[in-house]
């Protein structure tokens, strides 16, 4: 039987307790999400529709332990601000393809400031994996250059309540989340 959402969410439950820090959860999560992408039957065609049009947030699944599962569509164009999390994730992309660019702070001009350097960028392509992991590894832009509609599976240790979103033009950071 193909490795589905539900066996996923079996493995995750089982073996995240004994994860000890973000980057083992990570490499425990990215194993168990990497088989799910190969799967082509993961949601069907109506699931998908609704996930592009924004009638369901993509929420599959949410622990007990606190993290949770979310399919993510990408209309043509969309993009994310520049944002950390501010606790650990996992996207794996499922169809068609996410740029994903990733930044590290460095010290800025001004004591106690920083400015974003761009650390990396690419092309993710299906069963390609990205991840963050705080506190210096969690700031990214992801967006879908086209020019298909993008479909990514992600995993966060728990709800996305509070974090940053990063202006570069107006060199300002502002809170967001669901609990902002
Ligand atoms: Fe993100």
């Not at 106690?112 to 700031?139: H, N």
């Not at 992801?142 to 992600?154: E, T």
Request: glycine fraction near 8%; charged fraction near 15%; include cysteine.
């Amino acid at each position: 039987m193909a490795y589905d959402l539900g066996a996923l969410i079996h493995d995750l439950e089982m073996q995240l307790p004994h994860a000890s820090d973000p980057t083992a959860a990570v490499q425990c999560v990215a194993h168990a999400l990497k088989p799910l992408l190969s799967n082509r039957h993961l949601f069907d065609g109506d699931f998908a529709q609704a996930l592009l049009a924004g009638d369901t947030d993509g929420r599959i699944y949410t622990s007990p332990q606190g993290f949770f599962v979310q399919v993510f569509a990408w209309p043509v164009g969309c993009a994310t601000p520049i944002h950390d999390h501010l606790t650990w994730g996992v996207m794996g992309i499922y169809h068609q393809q996410l740029q994903i660019i990733e930044y590290q702070k460095v010290p800025g001009e001004q004591p106690g400031t920083f400015d974003l350097q761009e650390s990396d960028r690419y092309l993710a392509q299906p069963g390609m994996i990205s991840a963050v992991i705080p506190p210096s590894d969690e700031i990214h832009h992801v967006s879908n250059p086209g020019p298909h509609p993008a479909f990514s599976i992600h995993v966060y240790g728990q709800e996305l309540e509070r974090y940053h979103v990063f202006d570069l033009e107006q060199g300002e950071v502002r809170i967001a989340g669901t609990g902002s």
